[in-house]
């Protein structure tokens, strides 16, 4: 994301972006993804909710 916004731009999509940061960086420290599969996994979560 390229600029902070406050949870109520997000609505109804905040707790499932809030959740992807975190597991996108567990996935990258237990060494199941490297960190551009993990980006890329969540940037596929998040985007569609970011639109609309």
């Known amino acids: 994301m390229r600029t902070a ?3 109520g731009v997000y ?3 905040y707790g499932a972006i809030f959740r ?3 597991t996108m960086q567990h996935q ?3 060494q199941h993804r ?3 599969g993990a980006a890329a996994g ?3 979560t998040i985007k569609p909710r970011l639109t609309g």
Request: aromatic residues 0%.
């Open 5 to 7: 916004r406050p949870r």
């Open 11 to 13: 609505g109804a999509n």
């Open 20 to 22: 992807t940061i975190p």
């Open 28 to 30: 990258v420290l237990a």
């Open 34 to 36: 490297n960190p551009a």
């Open 42 to 44: 969540a940037s596929a």
